[in-house]
């Protein structure tokens, strides 16, 4: 894997252009195409892009760090011009209108984007496996998925077609396929970046974020595509700074919660072996270990489906065959059209959710589901607020154990639902997370998630990059 510090380092000496870099990639993404990463590749766009840069960099304008560097960006994230598909049926021809305000970010700062990545249909799911484009294959064990739903992210990264990428993470989706392929993910605080132009799967919970081959280099991408976007009311008001500040500032003094529910049943041994040894060796290094309690995070899971499967199914009622995507030709009557369209342009997994959705929404149910979901999302949320009265950062694994074995999407939607038992908690709450690779399990990369308080980025990726430099 390559990182952007080299990459820029080469770009500055005059060793390489961005036109050899993008020509580079977009070889490795025709030379990888057997993974499935990529929804769309983008060639041409690109090679100008590239060139632009070049330009730019011999009148001696270069922009910084991500001038000409290529970057691959989730097929959820709309770019003007270019199809954007959030791999389902009912947008595989749809051109977006308008560039996302991410993107524009990364553009803004010279970054090369060279292709859109698959993904579960609408960002549902932990597998990767529900994309109408196909599956997206895991380089490291083709037996198990890279994890979703933004697996071609992370494999674009881990196969080593860009150094970095940006994802979408809802529920874990930047966090879970970081960890199954042994990369890093970020997702930072709710309102950190701006989701404009993002296709939406559920508002309140939705995040853009990067994928790196280190924690430095996720931090110059969040660098680049934090702050305040008058087109997102969500985005937050507060000064951009450096999140590479403080990568270097080392652990000593800092105070790690552990959660005593996050380390007990239902967590496979090898990772928890793995994970442990890290505690044990960032105690060395002087950071104190303190056991903190979140009791209401069993009901994560259950509360997190409940409020997303609602979101999604108001977020999605815009797919109507009518103003824009795939059109059923067998339709006769309005309510027909409505209807064919959408039974035959989404896939199952999200009819399901869009069932499910409508079902905690309804009249008769909204009080005993969605109104209860809510109430837990606050007590989870107090939860942690008080764990972080007593520390500065919480361990967590990314997942319950290896990546799931290819197929379980199909034979037992609930254990791929209960996979995200570890990740959902933080976008219930709104707070920043991060998996750093941390040791082997089963001779694949397990991930420690790193829990972060609201905002607190910068500290978050410090504790992480001294993860990443014991992680030997
Ligand atoms: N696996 C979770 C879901 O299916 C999270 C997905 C995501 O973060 N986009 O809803």
Same mark, same amino acid.
């Given at each position: 894997?390559?990182?952007?510090?080299?990459?820029?380092?080469?770009?500055?000496?005059?060793?390489?252009?961005?036109?050899?870099?993008?020509?580079?990639?977009?070889?490795?993404?025709?030379?990888?195409?057997?993974?499935?990463?990529?929804?769309?590749?983008?060639?041409?766009?690109?090679?100008?892009?590239?060139?632009?840069?070049?330009?730019?960099?011999?009148?001696?304008?270069?922009?910084?760090?991500?001038?000409?560097?290529?970057?691959?960006?989730?097929?959820?994230?709309?770019?003007?011009?270019?199809?954007?598909?959030?791999?389902?049926?009912?947008?595989?021809?749809?051109?977006?209108?308008?560039?996302?305000?991410?993107?524009?970010?990364?553009?803004?700062?010279?970054?090369?984007?060279?292709?859109?990545?698959?993904?579960?249909?609408?960002?549902?799911?932990?597998?990767?496996?529900?994309?109408?484009? /196909? $599956? *997206? =294959?895991?380089?490291?064990? #083709?037996?198990?998925?890279? &994890?979703?739903?933004?697996?071609?992210? @992370?494999?674009?990264?881990?196969?080593?077609?860009?150094?970095?990428?940006?994802?979408?993470?809802?529920?874990?989706?930047?966090?879970?396929?970081?960890?199954?392929?042994?990369?890093?993910?970020?997702?930072?605080?709710?309102?950190?970046?701006?989701?404009?132009?993002?296709?939406?799967?559920?508002?309140?919970?939705?995040?853009?974020?990067?994928?790196?081959?280190?924690?430095?280099?996720?931090?110059?991408?969040?660098?680049?595509?934090?702050?305040?976007?008058?087109?997102?009311?969500?985005?937050?008001?507060?000064?951009?700074?450096?999140?590479?500040?403080?990568?270097?500032?080392?652990?000593? /003094? $800092? *105070? =790690?919660?552990?959660?005593? #529910?996050?380390?007990?049943? &239902?967590?496979?041994?090898?990772?928890? @072996?793995?994970?442990?040894?890290?505690?044990?060796?960032?105690?060395?290094?002087?950071?104190?270990?303190?056991?903190?309690?979140?009791?209401?995070?069993?009901?994560?899971?259950?509360?997190?489906?409940?409020?997303?499967?609602?979101?999604?199914?108001?977020?999605?009622?815009?797919?109507?065959?009518?103003?824009?995507?795939?059109?059923?030709?067998?339709?006769?009557?309005?309510?027909?059209?409505?209807?064919?369209?959408?039974?035959?342009?989404?896939?199952?997994?999200?009819?399901?959710?869009?069932?499910?959705?409508?079902?905690?929404?309804?009249?008769?149910?909204?009080?005993?589901?969605?109104?209860?979901?809510?109430?837990?999302?606050?007590?989870?949320?107090?939860?942690?607020?008080?764990?972080?009265?007593?520390?500065?950062?919480?361990?967590?694994?990314?997942?319950?154990?290896?990546?799931?074995?290819?197929?379980?999407?199909?034979?037992?939607?609930?254990?791929?639902?209960?996979?995200?038992?570890?990740?959902?908690?933080?976008?219930?709450?709104?707070?920043?997370?991060?998996?750093?690779?941390?040791?082997?399990?089963?001779?694949?990369?397990?991930?420690?998630?790193?829990?972060?308080?609201?905002?607190?980025?910068?500290?978050?990726?410090?504790?992480?990059?001294?993860?990443?430099?014991?992680?030997?």
């Amino acid at each position: 894997m390559e990182t952007i510090k080299n990459l820029s380092t080469k770009l500055a000496s005059g060793e390489t252009s961005a036109v050899a870099l993008a020509q580079d990639s977009l070889a490795k993404i025709e030379s990888t195409k057997n993974l499935n990463a990529y929804i769309s590749v983008l060639n041409e766009r690109a090679l100008a892009k590239a060139a632009e840069s070049d330009k730019r960099r011999a009148e001696g304008k270069s922009l910084g760090a991500l001038d000409g560097i290529p970057v691959a960006v989730k097929d959820n994230m709309c770019i003007e011009g270019t199809r954007t598909t959030a791999a389902s049926k009912i947008l595989k021809n749809f051109v977006a209108p308008y560039t996302a305000t991410a993107i524009e970010k990364l553009e803004a700062a010279g970054a090369v984007i060279v292709g859109k990545t698959n993904m579960d249909e609408f960002a549902m799911g932990s597998s990767n496996e529900t994309s109408y484009f /196909g $599956k *997206v =294959i895991n380089p490291l064990d #083709e037996t198990r998925v890279p &994890g979703g739903s933004s697996g071609g992210s @992370a494999v674009a990264v881990a196969s080593g077609t860009v150094a970095c990428a940006l994802g979408s993470d809802t529920g874990g989706s930047i966090r879970q396929p970081a960890a199954c392929t042994g990369v890093v993910g970020l997702k930072p605080t709710y309102g950190r970046v701006s989701r404009y132009g993002l296709l939406a799967y559920a508002s309140s919970l939705d995040q853009i974020g990067p994928f790196g081959s280190t924690v430095a280099d996720c931090a110059t991408l969040l660098n680049a595509i934090c702050g305040i976007d008058p087109h997102d009311n969500t985005t937050s008001t507060r000064e951009p700074e450096d999140f590479t500040a403080k990568l270097n500032a080392g652990v000593k /003094g $800092k *105070v =790690i919660g552990v959660p005593k #529910e996050y380390f007990g049943e &239902g967590l496979d041994a090898e990772c928890k @072996a793995a994970i442990e040894s890290m505690l044990k060796k960032l105690e060395a290094e002087g950071a104190t270990l303190k056991e903190v309690s979140l009791p209401h995070i069993s009901h994560a899971v259950s509360s997190y489906y409940i409020i997303a499967t609602a979101e999604a199914s108001s977020n999605l009622s815009r797919y109507d065959g009518v103003r824009y995507g795939y059109r059923s030709k067998e339709a006769r009557k309005l309510f027909d059209l409505y209807a064919k369209s959408r039974s035959e342009g989404f896939g199952k997994e999200v009819q399901r959710r869009i069932l499910l959705g409508s079902y905690v929404l309804s009249a008769g149910f909204y009080d005993a589901y969605y109104v209860q979901a809510q109430k837990v999302r606050r007590l989870i949320t107090d939860d942690f607020n008080k764990a972080f009265e007593s520390c500065d950062v919480i361990a967590s694994p990314t997942m319950p154990g290896l990546p799931l074995k290819c197929g379980m999407n199909e034979s037992d939607p609930m254990a791929v639902y209960l996979s995200d038992i570890y990740t959902v908690s933080l976008n219930l709450s709104g707070l920043p997370g991060v998996s750093v690779p941390c040791g082997k399990a089963g001779g694949l990369p397990v991930g420690l998630q790193w829990i972060g308080k609201p905002f607190q980025e910068t500290d978050l990726l410090s504790i992480a990059a001294a993860t990443e430099a014991l992680n030997k």
